[in-house]
């Protein structure tokens, strides 16, 4: 069946540096949508990508989806504590509502 | 307020019982989603409903059952058979195109512990 992984597991920042979260599908996606969950939350969509290469900013997060559309990256530029929480993909393939979940990164931001 | 709604928060339930999870929704969305979530890991995918009476199977279905007679409502049964139950369960919903998912919307999650 369809496999979403990302690495890395776990990333610990300094505040101020960058970070990246890559995303690998084992099948091709529709689409790619980014969530992020915090401590104790629940998931809460971020954004959604559709297009082959595509890429979109949200004020320090910049989002891109492969041209093969089986894979993703969230960039965050310049972190703050805020930015703390495990950050997901999620997709599925064509002509289905089957929406996988990648296996998260958990970003911690030390101040 | 539209959205949607887990209950309850908290679950105690005997090892051999059988638990229902509620889920509801009002934002007249016909996909919706059961996930488990055990501590530091991701998402796994129980079940999912594209529309009102039907179903489909996730990842990890064997112990669980659903139903979805309204498209409000998609609860999530925890029989006896599941052999580790005791988890994070997070119940979503989105409007469903057909090969074209939308954003997920998720409800509060329901921590089951089950002694």
């Known amino acids: 069946g369809q496999q979403v992984m990302q690495i890395p597991q776990y990333q610990h920042v300094q505040e101020g540096e960058d970070f990246t979260t890559y995303c690998n599908s084992s099948?091709?996606?529709?689409?790619i949508q980014w969530y992020k969950q915090r401590p104790g939350g629940h998931p809460v969509f971020l954004i959604q990508?559709?297009?082959?290469?595509e890429v979109k900013k949200q004020k320090r997060l910049t989002f891109q989806f492969g041209e093969a559309k089986k894979n993703s990256s969230l960039h965050i530029t310049a972190t703050q504590t805020t930015d703390v929480g495990t950050y997901f993909c999620a997709g599925s393939g064509r002509g289905t509502d089957k929406l996988i979940f990648g296996t998260g990164t958990r970003l911690q931001v030390f101040p | 307020d539209g959205g949607i709604t887990q209950s309850p928060k908290y679950l105690f339930r005997k090892e051999g019982q059988n638990v229902t999870l509620s889920c509801e929704q009002n934002?007249?969305?016909?996909?919706m989603y059961w996930y488990r979530q055990d501590p530091g890991q991701g998402l796994r995918l129980i079940y999912y409903s594209q529309i009102v009476n039907d179903f489909q199977k996730g990842d990890i279905a064997e112990g669980y059952s659903v139903s979805r007679e309204k498209k409000e409502s998609f609860p999530l049964t925890v029989t006896s058979a599941q052999k580790n139950p005791t988890a994070f369960y997070l119940c979503a919903s989105s409007i469903g195109l057909r090969g074209m998912n939308t954003e997920a919307f998720f409800g509060q999650g329901t921590r089951l512990t089950v002694v």
């Open positions: 990508l559709v297009k082959s290469g």
């Open positions: 934002l007249n969305h016909d996909a």
């Open positions: 099948t091709t996606l529709s689409n």
